[in-house]
């Protein structure tokens, strides 16, 4: 099979054109070219098959995008071994899990943010998903905003990582430097500035992000299960 474009390399050829393989590829060209860069025509070149035969498969991109969210969510099920028996516990392994699945195609993360929710296991996923929330002790009024907050923050937290490490690497910028200039600066200040400079050293440091993924989940469970999440509903703060 001749390699395409970028050094993707045809799944499928002619004869053999799949859902399966067209999604494996489709996922392939985004890792390489990005969301963006994914046309039927480059997808086309990267099967080996004239771009019209992916239609035969997927009506449109956003359909296609939709099978690639499904293969990725597909991929939660790979996850090996009992969860924990704590609760919490069980829910910052699979929280740590899916990071490190997304991570694996820092492209695809936007979509995942973006798509909806997989059709085929989406019914399965979201009472699995309540089930444990309930064992954690959220009250279960508070379940379907606990619960899209936990996503928000899991897709937001991945997505702000690859970016910053995308864009810091695209620019060029001196972030040693700048730690250096900022630290020298909080340095001058008249009173003690010693956590203010371990602030910026940790901000500026592209390693240091598992503890901090960690630090605010067990802050968001913890405080969703003592109801700390609650938006006041009296007439002076009442949630909209």
């Not at 001196?174 to 250096?180: H, I, K």
């Not at 993924?213 to 067990?218: H, I, N, V």
Request: one cysteine or more; aromatic letters at 4%; proline letters at 5%.
């Amino acid at each position: 099979m001749a390699t395409t474009e970028r050094g993707v390399k045809g799944r499928a050829g002619r004869a053999g054109l799949t859902r399966e393989g067209i999604v494996e590829t489709a996922i392939d060209v985004i890792d390489t070219a990005g969301v963006a860069g994914l046309t039927m025509r480059r997808l086309g070149a990267a099967l080996d098959v004239d771009a019209m035969a992916v239609y035969g498969h997927f009506e449109n991109k956003a359909a296609l995008l939709d099978a690639v969210v499904e293969h990725e969510a597909q991929r939660l099920g790979d996850l090996r071994g009992p969860l924990p028996d704590e609760p919490i516990e069980a829910m910052l392994h699979i929280a740590h899990y899916l990071r490190a699945v997304l991570l694996d195609h820092p492209n695809l993360a936007p979509v995942v943010a973006s798509r909806p929710l997989p059709q085929q296991g989406a019914p399965a996923i979201v009472q699995f998903g309540v089930g444990l929330l309930q064992q954690i002790g959220i009250p279960d009024e508070d379940i379907p905003v606990a619960a899209e907050a936990l996503v928000t923050f899991i897709l937001g937290f991945i997505l702000q990582e690859l970016g910053r490490s995308r864009w810091r690497a695209e620019l060029g910028d001196a972030f040693d430097q700048q730690q250096v200039e900022i630290c020298d600066r909080l340095a001058e200040m008249p009173m003690d500035t010693a956590i203010a400079q371990a602030l910026v050293s940790r901000r500026l440091d592209d390693a240091a992000t598992t503890v901090e993924f960690e630090t605010g989940m067990r802050a968001m469970l913890h405080g969703l299960r003592l109801g700390h999440g609650r938006v006041p509903t009296t007439d002076a703060g009442r949630a909209r």
